[in-house]
Structures are given as structure tokens and as C-alpha cells.
């Protein structure tokens, strides 16, 4: 009879957790997508009176609207953030796609940008998608130091994963960058999407660190959470940089 009480205390408990984790990846993705939306008004708005962003110009850091849709996104980040501190990556992961709808609709109505029967279907998918993975998102296992995660890290199957992820970003940077990176848009989405994968890892881990040292269990003297940190911020700044130049 305890056993059983203690496993609905369990999973009421982990369910809680998805909860926040759930809510805080939808606001995540409102913020992100509105975000995308206010940039490109003030990517627009430089380009129409200097360099233009795709050509090497920095004109819109003097862009207040730029700002602000930079501070958007900052904020919509640091809901994604802590939702991983909540939910599985698995869970919130998929959300983000819900930043697509949100960004599809409004600049149908601020970017005059008509969405077609493809884009529609595109929507719908991700809809479809996002939900079906949610509904059927497995249990995260419990970690209790950075050290495991560093151990799951390291695995062979991991490390040729990584490896893989950084010879084909370094390719798309080096060489299809600057030959079609102005006429294909493909190549800043590659880079944005593969570099994407390797924020997502390392901001669950530095998520999970800053969980457990709340909880009591410091985890600031292990070079480990630093190394993640490290990796995250180095991510996101390559992913900020290129996902303003198409």
C-alpha cells in the first residue's frame, strides 16, 4: 500500500513537472515567434538604409526595432530554458516548431507575406507533429549530478554524432556559405538547424546543473557543467549570427 502511494506521489509529481515544462515551451515558442517577425521589420528597416545583413553589413545592431525583437527572443529563450529544467527535451523540443505557426501568421498580416496551400500544409504538419510526439513523450530518467550526463556525453554513438555535426557545419560555413549562401537560403537553415541540436544537449545539461544545485546538490565545481556552458553560449552566438543573414 505505501509502494503504491509513493508511485502516485511519483508520477503525480513528474507529471506536474511535464505540466510547467509544457506551458513554458508554448510561451517559448509565442516569444520566439513574434521575435522572428519584429528582427525582420528591423533587418528590413537597416537594409532599406545601408548594408543589408546578407552582405556582410551590422547596420541593424543600430536598429532599435532590431532590439526588440532581440529581447523578445532573449525572453522566449529563457522560458525554453527553464522548461528543460521541468520537462524532457523530447517534450519540449518539439514545441518550438509551434514558433513557425506563430511567425506564418503574423507576417501574413506585418510582412504582407502570403502563406501558400504548401505553406499551410507545412503548418499543419508541424501541428500534427509536435502533438503526436507531446501525447506520447517518454519518462526522463533521473540525473543527479553533471557527471552523468558528461558520461552519456562521451558515449561513442554521441561523439560520432558530434563529429558529424561540426564537419558538416564547417563545410556548409566554409565553402557553401559564401558561393550560395546568398541565393540559398538552405545553407543559414542547415547551419541554424544542425547547431540547433547541439544548443538543445547542451542547454538541457546546463539546465539540469542549475536544477540540482537549487535542489541542494552544487554542481558549479565540476568542469563538466562549465564545459556545457561553453558549448551553449558558443551555440547560440553562431546560431544568432547566421540566422540574421538570410
Same mark, same amino acid.
Given at each position: ?40 521589420? =528591423? ?26 525583437? *532581440?529581447?523578445? *527572443?532573449?525572453?522566449?529563450? !529563457? ?41 499551410? !500544409? ?20 533521473? !540525473? ?7 558520461? !552519456? ?42 547547431? =540547433?541540436?547541439?544548443?538543445? *544537449? ?45
Amino acid at each position: 500500500m505505501a509502494a503504491s502511494s509513493s508511485s502516485l506521489v511519483s508520477i503525480e509529481a513528474s507529471f506536474s513537472e511535464n505540466l510547467k515544462g509544457f506551458i513554458l515551451a508554448v510561451v517559448s515558442s509565442a516569444f520566439i515567434g513574434s521575435s522572428f517577425i519584429v528582427k525582420k521589420l =528591423g533587418l528590413q528597416r537597416a537594409g532599406a538604409s545601408g548594408i543589408r545583413a546578407r552582405s556582410g553589413g551590422y547596420g541593424y545592431l543600430k536598429e532599435p526595432l532590431w532590439w526588440i525583437g *532581440m529581447i523578445t *527572443m532573449i525572453v522566449g529563450e !529563457l522560458a525554453n530554458f527553464v522548461a528543460y529544467m521541468f520537462a524532457p527535451a523530447v517534450l519540449v523540443t518539439p514545441l518550438g516548431a509551434l514558433s513557425i505557426i506563430v511567425s506564418a501568421v503574423l507576417a501574413h498580416f506585418f510582412l504582407k507575406e502570403k502563406l501558400q496551400k504548401m505553406g499551410i !500544409l507545412g503548418c499543419v504538419l508541424c501541428i500534427v507533429g509536435s502533438t503526436l510526439i507531446v501525447l506520447h513523450a517518454p519518462g526522463e530518467s533521473s !540525473l543527479t549530478s553533471v557527471e552523468e550526463i558528461w558520461e !552519456l556525453a562521451t558515449q561513442p554513438a554521441f561523439l560520432l554524432y558530434l563529429a558529424s555535426a561540426i564537419a558538416i557545419v564547417l563545410v556548409l560555413i566554409l565553402y557553401c556559405e559564401p558561393r550560395y549562401g546568398q541565393t540559398n537560403i538552405m545553407v543559414y537553415i542547415g547551419i541554424c538547424s544542425i547547431i =540547433g541540436s547541439l544548443t538543445v *544537449m547542451s542547454i538541457k545539461a546546463v539546465g539540469i546543473a542549475i536544477k540540482l544545485t537549487i535542489e541542494g546538490s552544487s554542481q558549479a565545481a565540476s568542469f563538466q557543467t562549465w564545459v556545457f556552458v561553453m558549448v551553449a553560449i558558443t551555440c547560440i552566438i553562431t546560431q544568432l549570427n547566421y540566422l540574421n543573414k538570410p
